[in-house]
Structure formats: structure tokens, C-alpha cells
């Protein structure tokens, strides 16, 4: 059993940045892929970012690469977003979520084959 806690969202203004974190408990948190997802309201929760389970593999959907990056410190259990040049299209509640992965190629978007979720953090873009 993973619980997963995120934190950071707040009010940021247009070309702002915000960094979230994501702190998991449990011992196997290395063992666990984990993706970044959002969802504003009256739209579908979409993928954000991902990460696999060792750090070395990262994936992106097309509106955030070169403004979001993803990390994680398995030292520490706890994944990151760090989200600059924001756009107020970026509001949204954003979500963690983990996978147990056998093995470091383990790579998906689909909110569906994640079996761990935080309980979000608001982010706002806005002027």
C-alpha cells in the first residue's frame, strides 16, 4: 500500500513557476513508477508527465515539454514537477499517482493503470 501526498499548488501569475512535490509513504516507493496528471474543471483528467521507476526515463504530453520537468529522489520518496513559463491554461487540479513496475522500461499515460492517487493540489494561473 502506497498513500501519496502532494503539495505546492497555489496562485502564480502568468510566466510564473511553481514547483510540486509529491511525498509517498511505504518502503518500496523505487519500485513504483509515477506520473503527474491534471484535471480542470468540466474536462477529463489528462496526463501530464512521467517517470520511471529509477529516474531515467521521462515522457511529457506536447503542451508542457520544455516548461515542466519531472524528478524524483527515491531517497526521500517523493516525485516532483517543477512548472515554469506557466499559461492559465495550465489551471487545474494536479495529481500523483504510482504504478508498481517490475522493471525500468514500465512506461504509461492512462490514468486507468494507475493504482495509487494523491489527493491533488490546485494550481491557478492567472493575472
Known amino acids: 500500500q502506497v498513500q501519496l501526498v502532494e503539495s505546492g499548488g497555489g496562485l502564480v501569475q502568468p510566466g510564473g513557476s511553481l514547483r510540486l512535490s509529491c511525498a509517498a509513504s511505504?518502503?518500496?516507493?523505487?519500485?513504483?513508477?509515477m506520473g503527474w496528471f491534471r484535471q480542470a474543471p468540466g474536462k477529463e483528467r489528462e496526463f501530464v508527465a512521467f517517470?520511471?521507476?529509477?529516474?531515467?526515463?521521462?515522457y511529457y504530453r506536447d503542451s508542457v515539454k520544455g516548461r515542466f520537468t519531472i524528478s524524483r529522489d527515491n531517497a526521500k520518496n517523493t516525485v516532483y514537477l517543477q512548472m515554469n513559463t506557466l499559461k492559465p491554461e495550465d489551471t487545474a487540479v494536479y495529481y500523483c499517482?504510482?504504478?508498481?513496475?517490475?522493471?525500468?522500461?514500465?512506461?504509461?499515460?492512462?490514468?486507468?493503470?494507475?493504482?495509487?492517487w494523491g489527493q491533488g493540489t490546485q494550481v491557478t494561473v492567472s493575472s
Open positions: 511505504g518502503r518500496t516507493f523505487s519500485s513504483y513508477a
Open positions: 517517470i520511471n521507476r529509477n529516474g531515467g526515463t521521462t
Open positions: 499517482a504510482g504504478r508498481y513496475s517490475s522493471g525500468s522500461n514500465y512506461y504509461t499515460p492512462h490514468p486507468s493503470e494507475y493504482d495509487y
